[in-house]
């Protein structure tokens, strides 16, 4: 052993303003810690080991609090709000009364666009734009109670995401993630296919870790390079990369020591290192040609078509959260024309889906989640007799589930005769979030992550599981 070698360096007398007002501001705190730390011990927080587990290893696969219904989640978000009254909320009501002025809802009326039909063993109706949807309504659970706070798009639509409004916080995703890890290691375990308004806040991890957060993968094309940019390296070897980054971990390990584990490097250690995985793993899960040719002409050759196929293979090799989003359902004019362009872009997709999940034995396991932000209104936009479309609306909306634990066949809840307000078993975003987490296995009020001095959760101070939509 060389002495040299072993004797103080220079760094080891100095610190950085950082560390200096951390390290200040941290004793200073210790002081005031002490007074407390006897009712903290007597109160401990009760998802802390749960926490330490995220942290340590964020995408390690850890068990649900109790048995799950379900293992994995396929979000479906309709994002614009798609009419209720036109797709899965009949009222007949509507029609009838067509030509008054109704101070119910504001206006005059505007009919369902479109016929509907009673389908399936159970007789739902269902809207004849959804029809190839129809033939599995007997695995779906209809939901025509929901109702949320604001008919602003990108409010409602970061209010169904993160369960907030206003305050940024984590995503559904991400909180799926904290609880559960991913059963991949090789693949984000929240990916997103597509993007619309509100951009990222929508699929963010927040004050969660930061490998918690949605990857975000926009396009869907045959070719994988096109469809994830960079991709592959092709100026190094795997050897050489694999070398790069080891030496680059080294290093920032060595500086994290010396920040007291922040949370964003931290982040940033394991996305390298997950992008250099991804050279394999998702060049193979995101090339859907590998698909049986009858399988793609079943999701069609559509960017929908593409993206649910995607979500497919995705689950299928353990990714946790995939959410799939298909944009333009903000018909305030010639509702019929741009519902039905709408409709038929997801109709044919979503059916192979139900239908290829429930084929490989995976539905039993995978929920599946349709739907928008809010709804639309019974009467005609403004409230007049104009080109016929219809307004935001939040009092009142449709969504459904199948798969994962639901009781399939089933419709829950209602709205009054004109599809204004939710006014039977009515079901808010908290409670729509609340039972998701129940099919995968957590009470949504133990699901929690300190932060800043309090437990937060995806529910905040509300929400209530709708037990009659598990089977």
């Known amino acids: 052993m060389n002495p040299l ?27 005031g810690l002490a007074t407390v730390l006897p009712n903290l011990a007597a109160a401990p927080n009760p998802s802390a080991a749960l926490q330490a587990a995220a942290m340590a290893n964020p995408m390690r696969a850890r068990q649900p609090q109790f048995t799950a219904k379900a293992k994995r989640v396929i979000h479906i978000f309709s994002q614009g709000a798609p009419s209720h009254l036109d797709t899965w909320d009949h009222k007949p009501a509507l029609a009838k009364h067509a030509d008054q002025n109704v101070k119910e809802i504001g206006g005059v009326p505007l009919p369902a666009q479109f016929g509907f039909k009673k389908m399936g063993q159970s007789g739902t109706p269902v809207s004849e734009v959804f029809d190839q949807i129809g033939r599995h309504v007997d695995d779906i659970a209809v939901i025509n109670s929901m109702h949320t706070n604001i008919p602003s798009h990108e409010f409602a639509t970061v209010m169904m995401n993160t369960g907030a409004g206003r305050m940024v916080k984590p995503s559904m995703g991400s909180w799926m993630l904290y609880g559960l890890g991913t059963e991949n290691q090789n693949l984000p375990g929240y990916i997103v296919l597509g993007n619309g308004l509100g951009g990222a806040k929508n699929w963010r991890s927040a004050f969660l870790p930061g490998a918690f957060q949605g990857a975000l993968i926009p396009r869907a094309e045959a070719n994988v390079e096109r469809t994830i940019a960079n991709i592959k390296n092709y100026s190094y070897s795997l050897k050489e990369q694999r070398e790069q980054l080891d030496l680059l971990k080294t290093l920032n390990q060595q500086h994290q020591a010396k920040l007291q584990q922040e949370a964003d490097l931290e982040a940033r250690i394991r996305s390298f290192e997950l992008a250099f995985k991804m050279q394999a793993a998702a060049t193979d899960a995101f090339d859907f040609t590998k698909e049986k040719q009858a399988t793609r002409n079943a999701y069609g050759d559509t960017e929908t078509g593409r993206r649910l196929l995607t979500a497919r293979r995705l689950v299928e090799r353990g990714v946790r959260f995939v959410q799939v989003w298909h944009n333009g359902w903000d018909h305030h004019t010639a509702l019929k024309e741009n519902l039905t362009t709408r409709a038929n872009e997801a109709n044919q997709p979503i059916a192979a ?10 539905l039993e396991d995978t929920l599946v989640i349709w739907g928008g932000e809010f709804g639309r209104t019974p009467r005609h936009d403004r409230g007049g007799r104009g080109e016929p479309g219809r307004d935001h609306h939040h009092h009142g909306f449709s969504m459904w589930m199948a798969g ?19 006014v039977k078993d009515k079901v808010h975003v908290h409670d729509l979030h609340a039972t998701i987490l129940k099919l995968m296995g957590f009470d949504h009020e133990k699901l929690t992550y300190r932060y800043q001095g309090r ?15 598990i089977a």
Not at 14 to 29: A, K
Not at 406 to 418: C, M, P, Q, S
């Open 5 to 31: 070698e072993h004797q103080p360096q220079p760094q080891d007398f100095f610190q950085t303003r950082r560390q200096f007002l951390n390290r200040l501001g941290m004793g200073m705190g210790t002081v």
């Open 353 to 362: 889906l139900l239908a290829d999940l429930k084929d490989r034995g995976m």
């Open 404 to 422: 994962g634990g639901v009781k399939g066949g089933i419709v829950h809840g209602a709205t009054d005769e004109f599809g204004y307000k939710a």
């Open 455 to 469: 437990d937060f959760r995806l529910t905040d101070v509300y929400g209530d599981v709708v037990d009659n939509l």
